[in-house]
């Protein structure tokens, strides 16, 4: 026989739930406050500075720097990552479904790597003199390219390797997407008189717009807070040129041993995604709730 | 408007020939309904003549025109989905006027249009409503309506009606039957109802394994089949079918039933079957040619007397369904209110030979 708080069932509910808000509190809350907290002492750890932190940061030019890199990244990024995966996925979704896992198994494999080790290889791909696309390109009479240590091109590198490691998952995404798109909408746009691009812009987008905007959120999320890609490819340089949020606390918390700064400076992207995740899900809310 | 024309028309997917050798010709304004089985080819054949699918061998012609490779937007042609088809997002409005405005027509003509059919089918309401807050019925009219705004040369329905009750199945028939008069507008309609199809056409076509068993007015197909696959599909409850032999007998042709009444053959019917005698046939008899004895509609004119054990009973209301056993078979008859049949029960019930169909068990033909 049970004791009877076992028998109420929503006592057995919240009882199920524990191991849940456990998780959440060790792993999501405790460590946003402690970092709130953290981000309010002097570099010591020893006196409370209130906001003096995030004044500090305020004032120099390197963090606004930072900031600037941050978004730039994290836009060319997530829009490229977008329209590949987007393509891609179009393009696998046209092939007849038995070949489709072949494909798809294929176009995952970036994904499923873990980032900091396919990063090496592309280390070592960028690497000025014996790498192979600068061999390439210098066969090819082109001048060979300095990919890691000028500003453009070591931006342009982190950008190519984000796209490159975040892609597959849009692709993953839109294709359970287009393939949660009933066909006879596509029949029914064809007796209309679509062509592909008209059935594209009518029918395909407004139907994966929910998918678009979450797997977007999803990614800026992400790709705002990237820290393996630009750690192993440049450690933030050339000058500080390719520091993102994540590999900027790094620096300043842990290398330079400033840690209430470096918890000032991650946390600064909290505000800013949690506006963006408010407005990109309200308006999923919206319009699933006037397709459903 | 324009005639369809489909001749020797082939679909093979893969290995399987799920159209094998279609003739048929669709005369300007009529209603034709293609009925079957699943499976039997209906939707494939609607869907080559939308253009949806390729077709493997044949022509298809609407008008003069030989559409084969023509896409389907060129054919002006509509389409009405099973399961509707409506864009999610977008307004009843938007949906009826989607096809206008790919064809930039100028938008009050599209408004007018959009609202002429809106008023045709009472949903003018409706315009400023999505999909989603409609009921069955309404995205029904709604997807109707997206196909008379185009005011195409033909309608296509592939089974609009399966999705929806009984109840509104039956209005909307009405109401699909009131529009095709009124726009007369030649339609291909395909269906595996056969209240539907005898109910809507001016001609019904029945389809089995990918071909035409037979193409007739409705009346035709129900009291003249031609094969035994049509004489079955065609009503409900379905024709009674049972062994039989022709022969003579105190010099009348008569069909004898396995373990059943010996029915004398109208003297037409008598001569064309009679080089058959002596070999077992298979006997038709709608549920409706076996009454109760002494019924309202002329008492027993005719019909042979035959006393059975009353199997099961299904009481429909205006009518009753009596299910019993003639040898090995399971027949079933259709008696009225007056009698009270119970299960269990001996009877005699009268077999009206007038509507009797034999068919040849070789051919399945209808002799």
């Known amino acids: 026989m049970l004791p009877p708080l076992l028998r109420r069932k929503p006592a057995v509910a919240v009882l199920m739930c524990v191991p849940l808000f456990g998780l959440i509190l060790g792993l999501v809350a405790y460590p946003f406050f402690h970092a709130l907290f953290l981000a309010t002492l002097n570099k010591a750890e020893t006196a409370f500075v209130g906001l003096d932190n995030f004044s500090f940061l305020f004032g120099r030019q390197t963090f606004w720097m930072v900031v600037r890199q941050s978004l730039l990244f994290a836009l060319v990024a997530v829009v490229f990552k977008a329209l590949i995966g987007l393509a891609a996925a179009h393009a696998i979704n046209t092939i007849p479904t038995k070949g489709q896992r072949k494909w798809r198994g294929m176009m995952l494999i970036p994904w499923v790597i873990p980032p900091a080790l396919s990063t090496l290889g592309w280390w070592w791909l960028f690497e000025p003199t014996y790498s192979a696309i600068n061999w390439g390109l210098t066969k090819l009479a082109v001048p060979a390219v300095p990919w890691l240590s000028d500003t453009f091109w070591a931006r342009f590198s982190i950008i190519l390797v984000n796209v490159w490691v975040g892609a597959p998952f849009f692709l993953i995404m839109y294709l359970a997407a287009l393939k949660s798109i009933p066909g006879e909408l596509y029949e ?52 500080n040129t390719t520091h993102l949020f994540a590999t900027y606390a790094f620096r300043v918390g842990i290398e330079s041993g400033d840690i209430p700064l470096g918890a000032a400076v991650s946390l600064f992207m909290f505000p800013m ?20 | 408007m324009a005639d369809v024309t489909l001749q020797n028309l082939v679909k093979t997917f893969d290995t399987v020939e799920a159209v094998r050798g279609i003739d048929l010709r669709i005369p300007n304004n009529e209603f034709v309904v293609l009925v079957g089985p699943s499976g039997c080819g209906k939707s494939t054949v609607l869907r080559m003549i939308a253009g949806l699918e390729d077709i493997t061998s044949g022509d298809i012609r609407i008008g003069d025109l030989r559409v084969n490779d023509v896409p389907p937007k060129d054919r002006n042609i509509a389409m009405v989905f099973q399961n509707y088809a409506l864009y999610p997002h977008m307004t009843v409005e938007q949906n009826m006027s989607f096809g206008l405005r790919l064809r930039k027509v100028a938008k009050s003509e599209i408004r007018g249009k959009v609202q002429r059919a809106a008023d045709i089918l009472g949903i003018a309401e409706l315009l400023g409503r999505r999909p989603r807050e409609l009921s069955g019925g309404q995205r029904q009219r709604v997807a109707m309506g997206r196909a008379i705004v185009r005011d195409p040369q033909v309608f296509l329905f592939d089974e609009p009606l399966s999705n929806l009750d009984a109840k509104l199945r039956g209005q909307m028939r009405i109401e699909i039957q009131r529009l095709h008069q009124q726009l007369r507008t030649t339609t291909i309609y395909v269906t595996h109802d056969q209240v539907e199809a005898m109910t809507l056409a001016d001609r019904v076509v029945v389809m089995n394994a990918g071909r035409i068993e037979q193409a007739g007015t409705p009346d035709e197909v129900y009291h003249q089949p031609r094969t035994r696959f049509v004489a079955g599909f065609m009503g409900s409850p379905a024709m009674n079918f049972l062994n039989c032999q022709v022969t003579e007998e ?3 042709t008569v069909a004898r039933l396995a373990d059943g009444p010996a029915l004398p053959l109208p003297a037409e019917q008598a001569a064309r079957v009679r080089s058959y005698a002596g070999r077992t046939l298979v006997a038709g008899l709608r549920p409706e040619n076996i009454r109760e004895a002494a019924s309202h509609d002329g008492g027993n004119s005719g019909g042979v007397p035959h006393d059975i054990s009353i199997d099961i009973v299904e009481p429909l209301g ?32 009268v077999f009206h030979p007038d509507r ?12």
């Open chain 1, 273 to 292: 995604l949690a506006i963006l995740a408010f407005i990109i899900l309200r308006n999923v809310r919206r319009r699933a709730a006037s397709l459903a």
């Open chain 1, 188 to 239: 029914a746009a064809e007796m209309d008189g679509a062509g592909p691009w008209q059935k594209f812009f009518y029918i395909t987008l407004p139907m994966i717009r929910n998918i678009i905007a979450i797997t977007t959120l999803f990614s800026i999320i992400v790709t705002l807070a990237n820290f393996d890609i630009v750690r192993v490819l440049t450690q933030g340089g050339p000058l």
């Open chain 2, 250 to 252: 105190n010099g009348h």
């Open chain 2, 356 to 367: 009797l169909h034999l068919i040849d068990p070789e051919t399945d033909l209808v002799l």
């Open chain 2, 318 to 349: 205006r009518e009753t369904i009596v299910y019993f056993r003639l040898g090995d078979s399971t027949l079933c008859a259709r008696v009225g209110t007056e009698v009270h049949p119970r299960a269990g029960e001996r009877t005699s019930l």
